[in-house]
């Protein structure tokens, strides 16, 4: 529908302007201005009307057509306004043919009409762009997909057939049938354009697929979990579909505008009737300043300001990662004064990672960091894995180690160059009867103030072997700890700048979590945040949003849309952050696709920009008519001032390209990082928390 809607104002304006140029070229105002002539033959003094009647008729009349619900509504609007001004012009224009006296409107009509086919033909296309969106996103799904039966063997079938727990082959190259696990092979599977992330992503037995993605080189096996409405790519459709539903306040700002500036109009051509009459008696010139009055209120510009912004600002999310799913929520966004954040999975990591290291006994980090890793190889723990990846991270030489042993609530053990290594919290160091060196327990110490985990690494000597300890004496079978990491919840790199951007745009930060005070202020400090409730269940989430909002705060929350969604639900506006299946979420109002939490602040930042130029836009498109419509009904007359409708049209135009270039001003907004205002990258690396 919307496709044919724009074909056909693509179409009538494209015909409409080609049959306005002998109107503009024969028009006496326009040569007098510009200094240009025609060649007058019999007959060219009928250019005029007729092309501008076949404009009227093809180009108009749609306006008057959509006209009709407004006023059976009882509800004019911004189509009343414009068919009114068409129609006038019109007849008045028509009457200058039979009462030569009379000026005509001939050219500011039909370029009244061009630019109003302009504005709808740029709106339906951008409507029309948001569905195609729709059809590209089910493109991506295939058609059939190539199910593994159970004697091992591949057989084609329509994706529609493909059940939960079916065995699924993707070859290399291929779409990702259906949402699903990887059960075997290794790829690089490209998602940019579900997650927005240019970089293909590696995949291994164990994770997620998405419906849609195309794989790589790799050839992978898929169970799969989630199928039709069920799977990601529908929820993003349906995100999508929503979104064009929905319809922008400041849209409907200027439709109201164009409601009132109809009845102003009516009211300044009564008032100048009424007023010209009695001054000097009815004639042509009453009919003239009326006229006037009726045709500048007509809304050239204001048909434009709003479908210009709102194509541009689409572009821009878009390109950002921003999904919109509600576009009130969108313009909301730049009254925010206060902003939540969910701690695990958006300001932080969500999983342990390694912040600190300390040594004793001559033994580096490095080395440390060597031995608890091949104690740790055969874990699966998440201190395990934390541990394994700071190693990596230091690019440190995997040593080898045998005899693990699980110390269930103490810790592991393993043999590592013919010595028995333990790693393991305080559990471990009292089954050892170990000795922690005056360096460690201050190292722990401090750890403990910031909430953070520690472990212990101890290398077990001989007997008899001199420990080289704070003891200084022989050390146990057992040994004494020879260094100790520090474990937290990572903070996310990109959460200092977030937190620092949100403050220098006027907002307050504010973070939820349900761990304990301590971990929940130590991120806090860390981060500069303003507002912290720990502790906090994830059903009395949305308790705590409330609680802002009773404040007088106009609150954002920022979560995963999962256990977050009743406080997103709450919120004035509720923003899910995340990538894979979470884009789905449906208690949101925008969905930041990219997982970064940097992106609330461009959210911020576009919203706020956006607004900016629809009210510029708005001023300058129905604000000249203060002074036109006066000026048109003659109020300053008496001095020698009166605005012959040719100015007028000048005038009208005028605001008109003054809205198309302030709206493609909106582009130049850069919401790049690092130059965001006041907002700048680290110059070093900040601990993590």
């Keep these: 529908m919307h496709e044919g809607h724009e074909q056909m104002f693509r179409r009538r304006f494209f015909v409409s302007t080609l049959l306005s140029i002998p109107v503009l070229l024969y028009s006496e105002t326009l040569q007098e201005w510009l200094g240009f002539s025609v060649p007058v033959f019999p007959g060219s003094e009928w250019i005029n009307p007729v092309f501008a009647v076949v404009v009227f008729g093809y180009g108009g009349v749609p306006f008057l057509r959509m006209a009709v619900p407004e006023l059976r509504d009882r509800a004019p609007g911004m189509m009343t306004l414009i068919s009114m001004a068409i129609t006038v012009a019109f007849v008045y224009s028509l009457a200058s043919v039979v009462l030569p006296t009379t000026s005509a409107f001939f050219w500011e009509l039909v370029t009244l009409i061009d630019v109003m086919l302009l504005g709808h033909w740029i709106e339906m296309r951008s409507v029309r762009r948001a569905s195609s969106a729709l059809d590209e996103l089910a493109k991506l799904l295939p058609d059939t997909a190539e199910r593994i039966t159970g004697s091992g063997d591949t057989e084609e079938v329509p994706?529609?057939?493909?059940?939960?727990?079916?065995?699924?082959?993707?070859?290399?190259?291929?779409?990702?049938?259906?949402?699903?696990?990887?059960?075997?092979?290794?790829?690089?599977?490209?998602?940019?354009?579900?997650?927005?992330?240019?970089?293909?992503?590696?995949?291994?037995?164990?994770?997620?697929?998405?419906?849609?993605?195309?794989?790589?080189?790799?050839?992978?096996?898929?169970?799969?979990?989630?199928?039709?409405?069920?799977?990601?790519?529908?929820?993003?459709?349906?995100?999508?579909?929503?979104?064009?539903?929905?319809?922008?306040?400041?849209?409907?700002?200027?439709?109201?505008?164009?409601?009132?500036?109809?009845?102003?109009a009516v009211a300044a051509a009564a008032v100048t009737a009424v007023a010209w009459t009695v001054a000097v008696s009815f004639d042509a010139t009453v009919v003239e300043r009326v006229v006037t009055v009726l045709v500048i209120a007509c809304p050239h510009a204001l048909g434009l300001a709003i479908p210009l912004v709102v194509a541009i600002n689409t572009s821009l999310a878009a390109q950002n990662g921003m999904l919109i799913r509600d576009r009130i929520a969108m313009e909301e966004a730049r009254e925010l004064d206060t902003i939540v954040f969910d701690k695990t999975g958006t300001l932080t990591e969500g999983e342990q990672g390694v912040v600190d290291v300390a040594t004793v006994d001559g033994v580096d980090e490095d080395e440390a960091l060597a031995l608890a890793a091949a104690v740790e190889g055969d874990s699966e723990h998440m201190i395990a894995r934390a541990i394994r990846e700071a190693a990596d991270e230091r690019g440190v030489a995997a040593r080898s180690a045998t005899g693990f042993e699980a110390l269930k609530g103490r810790g592991v053990r393993a043999t590592v160059d013919g010595r028995t290594v333990h790693v393991g919290g305080p559990n471990l160091l009292s089954q050892l009867d170990s000795d922690v060196p005056p360096e460690l327990t201050a190292f722990a110490e401090r750890a403990g103030e910031n909430a953070r985990t520690v472990v212990y690494l101890v290398r077990e000597g001989e007997r008899g072997e001199p420990s080289g300890g704070a003891s200084g004496g022989a050390a146990s079978v057992a040994g004494d700890p020879v260094a100790a990491f520090a474990l937290a919840d990572v903070i996310r790199e990109e959460s200092y700048r977030v937190v620092d951007?949100?403050?220098?745009?006027?907002?307050?930060?504010?973070?939820?979590?349900?761990?304990?005070?301590?971990?929940?202020?130590?991120?806090?400090?860390?981060?500069?945040?303003?507002?912290?409730?720990?502790?906090?269940?994830?059903?009395?989430?949305?308790?705590?949003?409330?609680?802002?909002?009773?404040?007088?705060?106009?609150?954002?929350?920022?979560?995963?849309?999962?256990?977050?969604?009743?406080?997103?639900?709450?919120?004035?506006?509720?923003?899910?952050?995340?990538?894979?299946?979470?884009?789905?979420?449906?208690?949101?109002?925008?969905?930041?696709?990219?997982?970064?939490?940097?992106?609330?602040?461009?959210?911020?930042?576009?919203?706020?920009?956006?607004?900016?130029?629809?009210?510029?836009?708005?001023?300058?498109?129905?604000?000249?008519?203060?002074?036109?419509?006066?000026?048109?009904?003659?109020?300053?007359?008496?001095?020698?001032?009166?605005?012959?409708?040719?100015?007028?049209?000048?005038?009208?135009?005028?605001?008109?390209?003054?809205?198309?270039?302030?709206?493609?001003?909106?582009?130049?907004?850069?919401?790049?990082?690092?130059?965001?205002?006041?907002?700048?990258?680290?110059?070093?690396?900040?601990?993590?928390?």
């Design 159 to 264: 994706v529609s057939d493909l059940t939960e727990d079916d065995l699924v082959l993707v070859r290399p190259g291929a779409s990702v049938p259906a949402d699903g696990v990887v059960e075997e092979g290794d790829s690089d599977v490209n998602e940019s354009m579900i997650t927005g992330e240019s970089r293909p992503v590696s995949k291994d037995p164990g994770d997620e697929v998405i419906g849609g993605t195309i794989n790589g080189d790799g050839s992978l096996r898929v169970r799969i979990s989630a199928t039709g409405e069920e799977t990601t790519l529908a929820g993003i459709m349906r995100l999508v579909e929503e979104a064009q539903k929905s319809e922008s306040r400041t849209q409907m700002l200027a439709d109201r505008a164009a409601g009132w500036l109809f009845y102003v």
């Design 501 to 689: 951007g949100l403050h220098e745009l006027g907002i307050e930060v504010a973070m939820l979590t349900g761990d304990s005070k301590d971990v929940a202020d130590a991120v806090a400090e860390e981060l500069g945040i303003d507002t912290v409730f720990a502790e906090v269940l994830p059903e009395d989430k949305d308790e705590k949003v409330q609680e802002l909002q009773n404040q007088g705060k106009f609150v954002a929350m920022v979560g995963d849309g999962v256990n977050d969604a009743p406080a997103l639900t709450r919120a004035d506006v509720g923003i899910a952050i995340g990538s894979g299946t979470d884009v789905a979420v449906q208690s949101a109002d925008i969905i930041l696709v990219q997982n970064n939490p940097m992106d609330v602040v461009r959210l911020v930042k576009l919203s706020k920009a956006s607004y900016r130029k629809m009210q510029e836009n708005l001023v300058w498109a129905a604000g000249y008519n203060v002074f036109a419509i006066p000026l048109a009904a003659g109020v300053l007359a008496p001095i020698g001032i009166l605005l012959s409708p040719a100015v007028g049209a000048l005038l009208m135009s005028l605001s008109t390209v003054i809205v198309a270039i302030n709206a493609q001003f909106l582009r130049r907004v850069d919401l790049d990082l690092p130059s965001l205002p006041g907002v700048s990258v680290p110059g070093e690396v900040r601990p993590a928390d």
